[in-house]
């Protein structure tokens, strides 16, 4: 039986999917080069080392039993000898990392595999992007990079007549893709063991700060009708069967205006809009992973209870150590739960903790964290 996990990566998925794996007494051992990376507190063991060397990944793999990562942007090449070599097992495969790390091979994927997802074009640095845009009749595109893209960075909305506003920007290859009319962007937690069996979770709704294009508040269950429900469930069950690897995938969805369900891309990882399922439902995402990797029973995906989860970001204009200012008023109420990742220092949009509200509806979550919000401040450390 495996009992020491690798995870490549030591940020706050990391450290979440550690808690549950303690409650186990499950050995976890962490690689990311900050010694005091949110891990690094609670993971038993730690190689110090950059994720983009070989040599940090080879360390990891002598040292665990086997190996899963919590960000995309890892060195692969490696990774897929070592597998090739049966030296390390790593869930999800090696070959679910090549084709998400590439935004272009997603879609592409995406497209192979008959799943709804918005009209592309794949585009090198200078390409004709006017032209493909006429060809297309598209007034409004999106323009991706597709390497090294995350939380927003790498992403432009582009008009037709702005072009010369962001070409330069995006000198690398891209993707172009289809402006979708969002009603709602969606996500739903889809789990695969090893023997094939897959469970989804409940359809999250993310709610976006337009500028900085980051996940603000999430709601779960979405405010969607039934069929919307089934239609998004069955969509991103089928995209995670398409990759044939065990493991615990995010699918991220868009709900168009006309009603269609569209995938926008997939984290084969635990992923912000599963924080909740810690409080809010019987299995959370971390601890299905746990069972995934370690061949344990899938668990219930359902919901305990409604839920809303607002993201602390550090604020614009103040880079440094801090504080969250709102334990004296968030900790007095009911079903609100504050997660602090142990980061050293704030910066601008920096994901420092999350805040998950129960209540008995998505209507009272939804005031309660209305409540809670205003406290949910982040500010300068001091010792007074
Ligand atoms: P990232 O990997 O940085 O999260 P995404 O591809 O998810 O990048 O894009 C970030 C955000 O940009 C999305 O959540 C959505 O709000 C917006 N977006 C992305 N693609 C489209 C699209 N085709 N149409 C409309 N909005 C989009």
Redesign the pocket.
Known sequence: MHRCIGIIGGGQLGRMFIEEALRYSVRCVIADADPDCPAALIAHDHVIGSIAKEATLVELARRADLLTYEIEHIFLEPLIRLEQEGKVRLIPSARVLEVVQD?GKQKEFLRQHGLAT?DFVLADGKSDWKGIATAKRWERF?V?TRRH???????A?VRSNELHLVEDAFDVPAVL????E?DK?LSVIVGRSGSGEMIAYPVVEMQ?DPRA?LVTQLLCPAQIDAGTEQQAVALAVETVRAFGSPGLYAV?L?LDRSGRVLV??IAPRPHNSGHHTLEACYTSQYEQLLRILLGWPLGSTGLLCPAVMINLLGPEGFSGPYDFAGYDKALNMEGVYVHMYGKKESRPMRKLGHVTVLADSVEKALQKAAAVRPHCVIKPFSNE
């Open positions: 935004k918005a999106v991706k893209g995350y939380d927003g960075r790498g992403v909305v893709e289809e402006y979708v969002c962007e976006f294009n991220e868009f926008n891309e």
